[in-house]
């Protein structure tokens, strides 16, 4: 009987981590002042992930991306998918895309669940040991 509760117990908890997702609206933190930019709204498509910027916030100084390239130059941030592509691997998402608007480059992406509201979001040259990791906390 024992064995069977501990059994349970741990299916249960492991079925509470897979159900977690990285899908929702998170805000992001500036990495130079440290304060909240943008609300961005996770969501699948075609069995990715990619995310928008819904909303920005008071602190945001940066409207439009003026250092973009392509069809991306000059335009509003707000509304503006800049992470694109990630695939799923199990326990985090990988392969895909970030956009920094503030510089106007890609960078690779790698994203992963630190906890139901915090998710680490990495982007990188190349190999993703040559990065730097945000942490996003969930908008509830």
């Given amino acids: 009987m024992k064995k069977f509760l501990i059994l349970n117990l741990f299916v249960l908890i492991s079925s509470i981590g897979w159900s ?17 930019k943008s609300h961005i709204e996770i969501y ?18 940066l409207y439009n991306c003026k250092k973009c390239k392509g069809d991306k130059k000059d335009q509003p941030i707000e509304g503006m998918v800049i992470l694109w592509d990630l695939e799923n691997h199990g326990d985090h998402y990988d392969d895909g ?4 608007p503030k510089k106007g480059k890609e960078y690779g992406c790698k994203i992963s669940l630190a906890s139901a509201d915090v998710l680490d979001v990495r982007g ?13 906390h969930r908008v509830k």
């Fill in 44 to 61: 699948e498509e075609n069995g990715k992930l990619y995310g928008k910027v819904i909303k920005l916030l008071e602190g945001a100084t």
């Fill in 20 to 36: 977690q997702s990285p899908i929702g609206i998170w805000e992001n933190i500036d990495d130079e002042d440290g304060k909240p």
């Fill in 97 to 100: 895309t970030i956009l920094d």
């Fill in 124 to 136: 990188y040259l190349k190999f993703a040991v040559f990065g730097r990791t945000q942490k996003w």
